[in-house]
């Protein structure tokens, strides 16, 4: 680390060069202006659902084959399911002002197994949000390619998802701004094809349906009644990739602005009108405009192709309207690593995953999990070579697996309230009026026809696409729920461990002695500086080591707290407030036993992202103001280590004893041992 007063160095200027510098904490104003408006947040979250439309609507119509007729009661269909959901999501929205995703929904109302289950589909669902994403951007923009460009392809995929890395560790909203422009080309783009396009067969309308009523007939006589409907929903599920990005809204909650509630419902508003018109609208053009699949060239690019053919300009609108479709899926790649992330560190708050990814960068993003992120879509863009038919089935199945959850949980809960937890905010037992009625039964109705939807489109897609790819994304998710049980256990073990440290503290005093109190503090003599986290057995038993270690040798106790700004406290304009009171009343505590002990003490706190940079600063101001100052410690050692240890915890000791050593201090590493059974 640099002196105060030098100039940054050479790698310290690069970085701030590339991911930006470092946010002020105590700029009262930062939240709000780092959460995102409705029409941001539509771009940055609703782009998800949104650029689904380039590739459901594709697999919904190359599923019916030669019985395109049916895609005319599926555009009803597919743009009734949108509706459906994205009015479920407003509610839990709603129920869950603070974020509603299906991480929370389930823990909070099926209890934590569940939870883990939801948020272990998530996260795999999120890195498929942005290999699908990506892969499917390079498809579109390579359609217009000569074939020979083909092979750089898969690089070219694999460098869009490390630039968009980088790019969110900047931030969130830096990262939204940056693609706003390409979001609302692909909106006008869009809107003058599929206006177009049904326009231009407005005369043949009733030519149209007499195509479909002759196609229904000759399917019936073919498939039969109940083949036609086995066919029909089978396109219907194997078209879920439409629905994926719904969800997002309802996770990224905590990101938007106050009121978010108000914004959360109306970015929802937004993202479900623009999908249901654009994906069923680019399925009905299909119909109308005979569209067939073509290799090396999306149903999109080959509808834009026959509209524009013969027309003035019409190849350079061709090429923007699919440069600009792989660029807004470029965009939607940005809900994985936005909400990805969210998913990651709500987590690991919960102790499912290893602590270090609810930490916050200087730039105030969860770079671990942006970085987890992207590396794993790496690998699985390479492991399924771009195939966006294979990462589709992937996608969906963990997608779907959510949203029953959350359908289920959000029905049960509705269901218990009936039945004496009234959900409206009335008393248990107390009778409920005329609206909590129609309220209730609009609720249930919802969320059982949203249960019912989800689950047979989860059904479905197992069991026709188990042996396509589907059992991987089951084995990575089992994979994954089984390693945060693992890691689950070892830390409620810790923290039973820890628990009893402070009991074998026994009975601390309650008061000083003596009845003059401890004496005043002088810099002058020698002083023990201790670093200490939450109130608790580690930082007392660490008072008490150096106590024991060096019997009346230091005459002041100086104890240090930093509070740790991590994804778990900054959720709102007032999260850095209450963080910034929590730290000064744990260092009152300290100070307030010490003085018990009739030790002099006093006490210096600080809030940072990064607790080591912190906690380096302050002690280096206590150095001064007290020159005889040595530095304490504690540093929980196992009787056994491994190298997972490491992972789960971190070495904060030693990296503060590395920095301040350096800086010619003492610090000293003070042993508390933990004893495994």
Not at 25 to 41: E, V
Request: aromatic share 10%; proline share 5%; charged share 15%.
């Amino acid at each position: 680390m640099n002196p105060p007063n030098s100039p940054p160095s050479w790698r310290t200027r690069l970085r701030q060069g590339i991911l930006g510098k470092p946010r002020d904490l105590a700029d009262t104003g930062l939240f709000q202006r780092l959460a995102l408006i409705p029409f941001l947040a539509w771009v940055g979250l609703g782009a998800d659902g949104l650029s689904s439309s380039s590739y459901g609507p594709q697999a919904v119509f190359e599923t019916l084959g030669e019985h395109t007729f049916l895609a005319l009661g599926l555009v009803v269909l597919m743009a009734g399911t949108v509706l459906l959901i994205s009015a479920a999501y407003s509610r839990i929205i709603e129920a869950f002002p603070t974020g509603g995703g299906g991480y929370v929904v389930a823990t909070e109302l099926l209890g934590p197994r569940a939870g883990v289950v939801s948020g272990c589909a998530l996260l795999v669902d999120y890195v498929l949000t942005i290999t699908t994403s990506i892969a499917a951007a390079g498809d579109a923009i390579f359609s217009f390619l000569p074939p020979a460009w083909h092979s750089v392809e898969l690089p070219f995929e694999a460098a869009v998802i490390v630039g968009l890395s980088v790019l969110n560790i900047r931030g969130v909203r830096e990262s939204v701004l940056a693609l706003t422009p390409i979001f609302i080309i692909f909106l006008v783009t869009h809107a003058i094809v599929i206006g177009g396009g049904i326009f231009a067969h407005a005369s043949t309308a009733a030519a149209t349906i007499s195509e479909v009523t002759t196609g229904y007939h000759r399917g019936l006589s073919a498939l039969g009644t109940g083949g036609m409907i086995l066919l029909f929903l089978r396109a219907y599920s194997l078209g879920g990739g439409t629905y994926t990005g719904i969800e997002a809204v309802s996770n990224g909650l905590p990101i938007m602005r106050e009121p978010r509630v108000r914004t959360g419902k109306r970015t929802m508003l937004y993202m479900a009108g623009s999908l249901a018109i654009t994906a069923s609208g680019l399925l009905l053009c299909y119909l109308l405009w005979h569209v067939v699949p073509t290799p090396g060239k999306t149903m999109n690019a080959v509808l834009v192709e026959r509209m524009v053919a013969g027309l003035p300009l019409g190849g350079v609108f061709l090429v923007v309207t699919l440069v600009s479709e792989g660029a807004l899926l470029v965009v939607a790649a940005q809900a994985g690593f936005i909400d990805g992330p969210r998913v990651l560190s709500n987590m690991a708050i919960d102790s499912w995953m290893p602590h270090r990814f609810s930490a916050l960068s200087e730039r105030l993003t969860t770079q671990n999990g942006i970085l987890l992120m992207g590396l794993a879509a790496l690998v699985a863009l390479l492991y399924t070579r771009g195939r966006v038919d294979h990462l589709i089935v992937m996608y969906s199945i963990n997608v779907f697996l959510t949203f029953s959850l959350s359908m289920f949980a959000m029905l049960r809960f509705w269901l218990r309230g009936r039945r004496g937890r009234a959900p409206t905010g009335d008393k248990p037992g107390r009778s409920w009026g005329m609206e909590q009625q129609r309220v209730w039964k609009r609720r249930v109705t919802l969320f059982g026809a949203g249960l019912a939807l989800c689950s047979t489109v989860l059904v479905i897609t197992v069991y026709e696409k188990f042996a396509e790819g589907g059992w991987v994304t089951m084995v990575v998710t089992l994979l994954l729920i089984a390693l945060c049980l693992v890691i689950k256990r070892h830390y409620r073990a810790n923290d039973s461990r820890t628990r009893q440290l402070f009991d074998e503290l026994g009975d601390l005093p309650r008061k000083h002695d003596s009845g003059s109190g401890p004496r005043p503090l002088d810099p002058k003599q020698p002083t023990a500086v201790v670093l200490a986290g939450s109130y608790g057995g580690i930082g007392i038993h660490t008072m008490l080591n150096v106590m024991r270690a060096f019997p009346s040798y230091y005459q002041n106790f100086v104890f240090v707290v930093v509070g740790v700004v991590d994804s778990g406290g900054f959720k709102g304009e007032h999260g850095v407030a209450d963080l910034k009171q929590q730290t000064a009343e744990t260092v009152d505590q300290y100070v307030a036993l010490a003085r018990r002990l009739g030790l002099p003490a006093t006490g210096r706190w600080s809030v940072g992202t990064d607790v080591v940079a912190e906690a380096e600063a302050v002690c280096l101001l206590v150095a001064k103001e007290f020159p005889r100052a040595t530095f304490f410690a504690g540093k929980l050692i196992f009787q056994k280590d491994s190298w997972w240890r490491r992972v789960l915890h971190n070495e904060t000791a030693f990296a503060i004893q590395k920095r301040l050593q350096w800086d010619g201090k003492t610090m000293m590493t003070m042993p508390v041992r933990v004893r495994e059974e």
